[in-house]
Structure formats: structure tokens, C-alpha cells
Nanobody, 116 residues
Framework: QVTLVESGGGLVQAGGSLRLSCRASGFTFSSTGLGWFRQAPGKEREFVATINWNGRSTNYADSVKGRFMISRDNAKNTVYLQMNTLKPEDTAVYYC?????????WGKGILVTVSS
């Protein structure tokens, strides 16, 4: 059974930083790419960042490039999202995601609120 559990969200002032974690289980973590998505109030879920199985290839949405960094620790079955220079428009529920073939697995999400 695949499980993805996010943690590390909360309230932060604009310009601040947060680090999200996603602890995974139920699949071979070390050979699987993962991603972060987010959904702001009243908006559709959007892509934030992805990382390949060994961490050597990453991709970012233009809106977070240069401010966010995705990383992983295969020994801990955990993927991270370091978020710096946060803006109020980064306020959203952040989801960890894993894809296996045609199936997308999602965590329950974690709320990040950035105050101005």
C-alpha cells in the first residue's frame, strides 16, 4: 500500500522559509521519481517540482525557480521541498506525488500560509 505523508507546513511571513517533508512507503522509493504540487484556494492543483530517482535531475515551475529546491534522502524514504523567499501567492495546500504507470498517488496535503 502506497502512502505519502507530508509534514512541515505552517504559517510564515513573506520572505521567510519553510521545509516540507514527504515520508513515503509501500513502493521502491530509491528507484522512483517524485514530485510536489500545490493547490491554492479557488484554483486548480498545479505542478511545483519533480525529482528523479537518484536526485540528479530536477524540474521546477517558473513561479518557484530560484526560490524552491527539491531534494531526497533515499535512506530515509523522504523527499523534501525547501522553500525560500516565500510570497503570499505561495499560500496553498502542498501535495507530495508519485506516479506508477497510469496511476498517480497523492499525500493528503499540508497547508502553507504566507502572510504579507
Amino acid at each position: 500500500q502506497v502512502t505519502l505523508v507530508e509534514s512541515g507546513g505552517g504559517l510564515v511571513q513573506a520572505g521567510g522559509s519553510l521545509r516540507l517533508s514527504c515520508r513515503a512507503s509501500g513502493f521502491t522509493f530509491s528507484s522512483t521519481g517524485l514530485g510536489w504540487f500545490r493547490q491554492a484556494p479557488g484554483k486548480e492543483r498545479e505542478f511545483v517540482a519533480t525529482i528523479n530517482w537518484n536526485g540528479r535531475s530536477t524540474n521546477y515551475a517558473d513561479s518557484v525557480k530560484g526560490r524552491f529546491m527539491i531534494s531526497r534522502d533515499n535512506a530515509k524514504n523522504t523527499v523534501y521541498l525547501q522553500m525560500n523567499t516565500l510570497k503570499p501567492e505561495d499560500t496553498a495546500v502542498y501535495y507530495c506525488q508519485m506516479n506508477q504507470g497510469s496511476i498517480n498517488y497523492w499525500g493528503k496535503g499540508i497547508l502553507v500560509t504566507v502572510s504579507s
